[in-house]
């Protein structure tokens, strides 16, 4: 069973936030599944898990120091091509891909969405 019913991350480019996840996730075999109301772009396999979205309180979207989204990846090729599709469509740089010390077969990579949030994918596969 899963712990979450879905996460959001703030956007104040929502054009631009579509873009960046479309081609991030795509990368994931997550899909873009539509409009979430009249601010906010949903995402998932089958039903919407990440929201992409407008604050409603019309303040400016802003992004937490020390938090971290955590993607699961298929594939260590599908890691690759999430940080590279990120790079390519607006995003930022936080870890490219490689492996990672924190537990056996970890292999991983980090992104900054347009708006500063912090993106990681993961592969758990042995190579």
């Known amino acids: 069973m899963a712990i ?5 991350v703030g956007t104040n480019d929502l054009e631009q936030a579509t873009k960046f996840y479309d081609a991030a996730f795509g990368a994931l075999g997550l899909k873009n599944l539509g409009a979430f109301g009249d601010s906010a772009m949903a995402y998932g396999a089958q ?3 990440f929201l992409v979205l407008k604050p409603r309180d019309g303040k400016p979207a802003t992004h937490a120091n020390g938090g971290t989204i ?23 740089c936080e870890g490219e891909p490689g492996p990672r010390d924190v537990m056996p077969n970890a292999y991983g990579a980090y992104l900054r969405d347009p708006d500063g949030n912090k993106l990681c994918a993961y592969c758990m596969a042995a190579e």
């Not at 298929?74 to 607006?90: C, E, Y």
């Open 47 to 49: 039903a919407p898990e």
């Open 4 to 8: 979450f019913t879905h996460v959001t």
């Open 70 to 92: 955590g993607l699961m990846a298929p594939s260590r090729k599908a890691v690759d091509a999430f940080h590279a599709a990120g790079l390519a469509n607006g995003g930022a």
